[in-house]
């Protein structure tokens, strides 16, 4: 039978310990593994010995637990262990389906991408057939304008010659 005190158990009640690296090759998020870090405090910490590793500073907090207080806070402990392993699975199974969703994305901007440069280059052609077409146009406007107004010019002449031929001087 499990007494009510068993149930209390304080996560936030920590004793007072001098951190120090518990083993330097033991990486968390946060560096190395220290010894006053808590697996029962700290879900990054509690995934990064997920294997039933415990700190020196846990081993103190089970040390002045009654057998059936350490083996109520050691299943605690496996409960949250587990449960922040599959918080994290599931957040990299999230991100994992993000990443797939934003390459399939990559996929389909790139097959655009390259409709739209081959649309450009399409366009880019007609630009210049059409830019080719009214510059020839243009020199044909040209050299019509140029010719009316010789054929103008000379018609101009040819009315003033006209007109003084008419025109008896007096």
């Known amino acids: 039978m499990v007494s009510s005190s068993q149930n209390n158990f304080d996560l936030n009640a920590v004793p007072n310990v001098q951190p120090e690296i518990r083993c330097s090759s033991f990486l968390s998020q946060k560096g190395p593994l220290m010894t006053s870090d808590s697996v029962m405090l700290d879900d990054d910490i509690a995934a990064s010995v997920a294997k039933g590793i415990i700190t020196p500073l846990d081993e103190k907090l089970l040390a002045d637990r009654t057998d059936d207080e350490a ?8 409960i949250q262990c587990a449960s922040s392993i599959s918080n994290m699975a599931r957040r990299l199974q999230v991100q994992g389906t993000e990443v797939q969703e934003l390459r399939t994305q990559v996929l389909i901007l790139q097959r655009r991408n390259r ?7 399409e366009l880019k052609k007609l630009v210049d057939s059409y830019t080719n077409n009214m510059r020839k146009r243009c020199s044909e406007l040209e050299m019509n304008t140029n010719r009316l107004r010789e054929q103008q010019e000379s018609l101009l002449l040819e009315v003033q010659k006209n007109l003084m031929i008419s025109r008896p001087e007096a």
């Open 71 to 78: 083996i109520n806070e050691s299943i605690t402990l496996s």
């Open 115 to 121: 409709g739209l440069q081959q649309e450009n280059k």
